[in-house]
């Protein structure tokens, strides 16, 4: 049976329509057929044309479907959710808004030998700490944090520990401001997060602590040094409901990293922390590093104090698994009236090791180190990250007539981490002298053992 070119040419057309709604068009087969049949005179030109303007708007509203189609998703999906060491976060799809829900939990057990006749510390347990957390950023260049401790360890009576705004959105390369309430510039042991420290207390002379307080802040971040400078009122947990102005403060810390690399640290710093007393009265007292005795073994009582001003020196070093750190703090009190000026002090000095290959991890924002992430963790096929740590320390409360006590400590540590997030500490510390004539505690040697839980998220 024949077909006439006529019947073909029909045929390709009808095909050529019917198919320009679900293929693209130029350069398929059916398009070469059709230019064929145009050039044996099968089909006209007019008809050609026809075909090929009516298949190229098909195309044209099929991509702007597909653009329309995609828009449509990327907005159902602007938000990314994130699982991190068991806290939740979201953010948007351009990173230029984030936020986190995040925390810790901190479980204490101690024992110990100390038991006078003029003192009886204690054994026990206590939840140290138990804070959840919200931070964030706001159009990429604003970041906030709000932090609340439920265990009423915290900077106010309910708990409260930073609530605070910053802006880092600036054309020099890490510089920042912050407003709210936050630590003061001042100590390498305090800017370390106590989820991130090698003990489960700071060493001794955290009794020179600047501790948080309402102020601003500026400051520098770079890889390899950063300063920071702020003027603070009270913490928060004092108002200025009282017959006197409330005490300020100003307080600066620089440091310098000439190494600075993954697993290899060199950091040196120097601090100042100055205060004007609210009330004239200030108190220096410590216990031995633990925080369930509540018996402070150097104490310095009240002093009548117009202000005071602490230096402090830092070091630190990385090498591998190994890692080591140091600080000396001197504290000069200007006293009331015709009694002499005071001055107290004292330094610590730590090493550790992790036998299981890692190393102490460290940032330059906030000059600091950060949390431990084990090669191998446990339910990996590892056994998590294993550090050895020994630390000595020594505070001086004594000065003129102030006889606050000298305290000597050696501590001894281990540290388990399983996995990110999760840590088992266990603390051997020992009292090595403890000088304070006049008192039950002159001449002690307390010993304690410690342990801590903890879940960082």
Do not use: C
Not at 191 to 204: H, I, K
Not at 359 to 380: D, E, I, L, Q
């Amino acid at each position: 049976m024949k077909i006439s070119s006529k019947r073909v040419a029909t045929l390709a057309l009808s095909v050529a329509l019917a198919t320009s709604s679900s293929m693209a068009f130029a350069g398929s087969e059916l398009m070469t057929l059709l230019k064929v049949l145009r050039d044996n005179g099968t089909i006209t030109a007019e008809q050609y044309e026809r075909v090929v303007l009516e298949a190229n708007a098909t195309e044209q509203k099929n991509t702007v479907e597909k653009e329309e189609i995609k828009v449509a998703l990327d907005k159902a999906t602007q938000v990314e959710v994130i699982a991190d060491k068991g806290g939740i976060g979201v953010k948007s799809r351009d990173g230029n808004f984030t936020s986190k829900i995040g925390g810790r939990m901190q479980l204490d057990a101690a024992w110990n030998d100390g038991d006078s006749a003029g003192y009886n510390m204690k054994d026990g347990t206590e939840i140290r700490r138990a804070r959840l957390y919200l931070k964030g950023t706001v159009n990429r260049d604003w970041f906030y944090k709000f932090e609340y401790d439920f265990a009423g360890a915290g900077d106010t009576e309910k708990g409260i520990t930073d609530i605070w705004l910053g802006y880092n959105g600036f054309d020099f390369e890490g510089a920042s401001i912050k407003a709210g309430h936050f630590r003061d510039p001042f100590m390498l042991q305090d800017q370390v997060s106590d989820n991130n420290t090698q003990f489960t207390e700071r060493a001794s002379i955290d009794a020179f602590t600047a501790s948080r307080h309402i102020g601003v802040m500026p400051s520098i971040s770079r890889k390899h040094w950063t300063v920071a400078a702020g003027l603070f009122g009270e913490s928060a947990r004092r108002s200025a409901g009282t017959d006197n102005d409330e005490g300020w403060g100003a307080g600066g810390r620089a440091t310098w990293m000439p190494v600075n690399e993954k697993g290899e640290l060199l950091h040196l710093g120097l601090a100042v922390n100055y205060r004007s007393q609210r009330e004239n009265k200030t108190k220096i007292r410590q216990q031995p590093e633990t925080h369930i005795g509540s018996e402070y073994f150097v104490n310095t009582g009240d002093l009548d104090v117009d202000d005071f001003l602490s230096l402090g020196t830092e070091f630190a070093f990385v090498q591998g698994p190994f890692s080591a750190q140091a600080e000396y703090i001197q504290t000069e009190l200007d006293r009331n009236g015709i009694l002499s000026d005071l001055t107290f002090d004292g330094w610590y000095a730590q090493a550790g090791w992790f036998f299981t290959g890692e190393s102490r991890p460290y940032t330059h924002k906030g000059a600091k180190f950060k949390s431990v992430t084990p090669k191998k963790a446990v339910g990996n096929g590892g056994i998590g990250a294993w550090e050895l740590a020994m630390r000595y320390s020594t505070i001086d409360l004594t000065d003129e007539e102030i006889v606050g006590g000298e305290m000597d400590l050696l501590t001894m540590g281990l540290n388990w981490f399983p996995n990110a997030g999760l840590r088992i500490s266990a603390n051997y510390i020992k009292m090595l002298e403890m000088d304070r004539k006049g008192t039950d505690y002159d001449n002690e040697k307390v010993d304690i053992f410690q342990l801590r839980t903890q879940w960082a998220f």
